[in-house]
């Protein structure tokens, strides 16, 4: 297979009507806060809120008849499952959509809300992907690969038209990287227009799979991350070739720090990233001084992410900063010393969240307890304030970290 800028810019025309140009503008805070010119490539609002809707559409429009009739299949963590399924149901196409079974929930909902059959199958994509590879032999279905296609590739690299014809004087395009699909397509385009432009990889830390093969690394990639989208055990042997000849980094972000930057896109931009979505712009948070006084392109890839994850990564956010803490304080189990230590707390201005008694388990004395106080308090320093007026007024309290 080849894929050239003459490829994109076909992609780029037979897609435009059904696609949506996504916003790309310039992060004034974000800069600011990075110390890079920071311009968003905002993918997460294509209409099945991923970048995957461009590749998806390209290979389906090139479908001969016969292979329309047949129907098609896919496997996917996702964001392809569900640009597979909405391009087919718009185009009359059947279409079977095979997920890991650990799947947000989210992603299954949405890809059958598009009348797809979802088939949820395997720990992870490979099993997925082998599971689906039976069924398009058994039942004549055309195999629709999430990323090692050229068509595919081929639409993904549509994102680098657009970013490249609004600021040609980009430095840098930092882009996520799973089975290589992505960063194969704007690679290819990018350098072809300004070949001087850098392009970044980024991988999580469970999954440098990329970044090991690059290295002759044999470090096995696993385990759970919230980037499940690019959690990718083996990329495509396609957009290997074109990685070794046309990146020029590849970045290393963990799971902590995604969380951070799924945060700032929230609280900042006003924007829902999921975990692979936010990845790019966690980089520039693991490495400023590789992007400093640059103007960096930064892909916001995909935006489902599963509401229980979302208010998870919210919360675990504000303990980290010391926002919501923990008090344990021992206390003599009497009518009226709750409402004591709740006063305490309330005059300083905390928030009481949640309060719980411990009274059956360890050396505790029978007519004592420990109360257990959650606490939303405006920062850290705040909540050691609270802290030393408990133990001011008599109690023996420590504020816990775990």
């Known amino acids: ?181 992505l960063i194969g397509g704007i690679a290819t385009a990018a350098k072809a227009l300004q070949p001087g432009i850098k392009v970044i990889g980024v991988e999580v830390a469970g999954y440098p799979s990329t970044y090991n093969l690059l290295r002759g690394r044999k470090t096995k990639p696993g385990g759970s991350t919230i980037a499940e989208g690019i959690a990718v055990k083996q990329p495509g042997e396609f957009a290997m070739e074109i990685i070794r000849r046309l990146v020029d980094e590849i970045v290393i972000v963990d799971d902590e720090t995604i969380e951070d930057a799924i945060n700032l896109l929230l609280t900042i931009e006003k924007t829902v990233a999921e975990g692979a979505g936010a990845a790019a712009l966690a980089a520039v948070m693991t490495k400023p001084e590789l992007f400093a006084k640059t103007n960096t392109a930064v892909i916001l890839s995909g935006g489902n992410i599963d509401t229980r994850i979302l208010a998870s990564v919210l919360m675990r956010r504000l303990v980290r900063k010391g926002r919501i803490v923990r008090y344990r304080v021992k206390i003599h189990d009497l009518p009226g010393t709750l409402a004591d230590v709740s006063a305490a707390i309330g005059k300083l201005g905390g928030n009481i969240l949640e309060v719980s008694h411990q009274r059956m388990f360890g050396s505790i004395p029978v007519k004592d307890a420990d109360l257990y106080i959650t606490v939303e308090t405006r920062d850290a320093a705040q909540s050691e304030q609270i802290l030393a007026q408990l133990r001011a007024i008599g109690y023996i309290a420590e504020l816990l970290h775990e």
Not at 137 to 144: C, D, M, Q, T, V
């Open 1 to 181: 297979m080849t894929l050239t800028l003459q490829d994109i810019q076909a992609a780029a025309e037979r897609i435009q009507s059904s696609i949506m140009h996504t916003h790309f503008e310039k992060s004034h805070t974000l800069s600011s806060i990075l110390g890079a010119g920071i311009y968003l490539k905002f993918e997460n609002l294509q209409f099945t809120s991923s970048f995957k809707d461009r590749g998806a559409l390209n290979k389906l429009l090139q479908l001969s008849a016969a292979e329309r009739e047949s129907g098609v299949i896919a496997m996917s963590a996702g964001n392809h499952a569900k640009a597979v399924a909405h391009h087919a149901q718009r185009l009359g196409i059947p279409a079977t959509i095979v997920m890991p079974q650990d799947t947000p929930n989210v992603k299954v909902e949405d890809t059958r809300n598009f009348e797809a059959q979802v088939i949820l199958r395997g720990s992870n994509l490979e099993e997925a992907a082998e599971h689906a590879h039976e069924l398009a032999a058994r039942e004549n279905l055309l195999f629709i690969h999430p990323y090692d296609d050229e068509q595919i590739m081929a639409g993904q690299g549509t994102i680098a038209l657009e970013i490249l014809a609004e600021n040609p004087e980009l430095d840098a395009i930092a882009v996520p990287i799973g089975g290589g699909g």
